[in-house]
């Protein structure tokens, strides 16, 4: 590599994408944490959102940075980054292995100036040569969601025991120095010698707070709190991994997963399902205050979430399809009956957040779009699309109707009870997922579309096998939530992308393949100010909406928690929700419990 002058360089103890930082360099804990919490006790969960090769309902490997087997959960608290995020603020991160980082001059390398004391569980120390070990291992052999996001890294390098050096080419994204901050850090000791690609129970060399301490593959897995954790006095710690113990627990079925909650199977859960929320709670444990139930804003983007068309089969190329497809189903009708009016209903790729697109275009969304025009449908220069409101029914005629008409201009035709496709085929939608939990909403929507001829189903298979046909592309239609950061970047590429279109296990589920989307994409990421960034995803929220390339779902912008009443937490940070990062055991309360 060459050698970038030291005197061109920034030198600073935070990143931020825009540079602004709301602690200074002596800062003691965040604020957003109680820092003498005391530390004890244990919590149970389930696990509530995944990363790499997990998935919710099972487990069979310990290594969930590539693309074999079915990640655990917890094992990120297993391993220490270079830099945390700071939960109140929208991007910003400071040091955790590294003291400090320092960037060049035109923000092509950084130079991350390493603690001398990081160790690993195992007490051999860890130094630049693992940072760099594991730059580049996650890049070549990771899941996709780490190697798509490091294809831009240059190269990394280890100069001396406490500084690595890491260069990046010069179409990265502004965030990519952030991410590969937030990497985990791997021994390049003990991954010499074993296969980082294989499935594995045996849990990996780490450094963080954490270790694995017991586990049953499938069922549970219990992390110990590391009682000499070298990082455990940082800033950065400070109030933070409370609990001796964590354990996340496995059920196959929703409804048991509840049971075996009401029944103190374990200890913290949060409520996705409405209907359990709105009437499932009326048990002796709530009514006695042993269990509580809280709700939390949630200030973060509540990003997309909805039934997704497989855009590689010939089936779904017409738009016209799609939509008529998506008329079908009546939110409206769903909502009231099966989710208690909980949710609003998701029209945005960006919901809750200040990326949505709304009214007319602005100047500065026209500036982009304008040299589209001609590449994108003409809508998008008006109001932005969003799915109808139905009349609550569960089949409205005249949104039914709209959609046959939508059919018959896109050239497909009923013979008897069968639409054709204009190639002659019968037009079929399977619905894929692993859970039968969205049957009751789905159900509605799969007789609305044997209404038009369209011949329906809905499959249900397990775990593993629901996540090799995802990461194969193998299905018309399944669900899945995606969140946004509060300042996005190279994630648009890996949502939206082309290139990652192609790419087998990437997170563009949907096969978006645009170059008009494309463009968009890159002027988000190559913004200068959160105005441009702004700017940028509003119209790039009105190119994806105009291509009708979803079925979207709904929303709702808060958390809903239910917990033994035997813990204690500050007030959640607005840009995430720090369970369990910053809650804590409460003595008195866990012995009134009987859980001391």
Known sequence: MPRIARAEERESHGLSIFGDLKYGPDFRHFDYVRADAPKGGAMSLQISGTTGNQTYDTFNTLNIHVLKGDGAAGMDFTFDSLMVRALDEPDAMYGLVARAVRASGDG????????????????????????????????????PVFSQALRHVAGAAAEGEEVVRVDFAPESSRDLPLQVAGLPIFSEAYWSGRDFEAATLEAPLGSGPYRVARFESGRFIAFERVKDYWAADLPVNAGQHNFDELRYEYFRDRQVAFEAFKGGVFTYREEFTARLWAAGYDFPAVRDGRIRREEIPDGTPSGMQGWFFNLRRAKFADPRIREAIGLCFDFEATNRNIMYGAYLRTVSYFENSPFKAEGPPGADELALLEPLRGRVPEEVFGEPWAPPVSDGSGQDRALLRRANTLLLEAGCRREGTVLKLPSGEPLTVEFLDFDPVLQPHTLPFIANLGRLGIQATSRTVDASQYQRRVEDFDFDLTSRRYSHSATPGEALRQLFGSRAAAVRGSPNLAGFSDPAIDELVEKAIGAQSRPDLTAACRALDRVLRAGRYWVPMWYKAKHTLAYWDMFSHPDAPRYGLPVPLAWWQDADKARRLGRS
């Open 108 to 143: 092509r390398s950084y130079r991350f100036l390493l603690r001398p004391q990081a160790r690993f569980h195992d007490g051999s120390r860890l130094t630049a040569r693992d940072v760099a070990f594991t730059i580049g291992l996650l890049k070549e052999k990771g899941h």
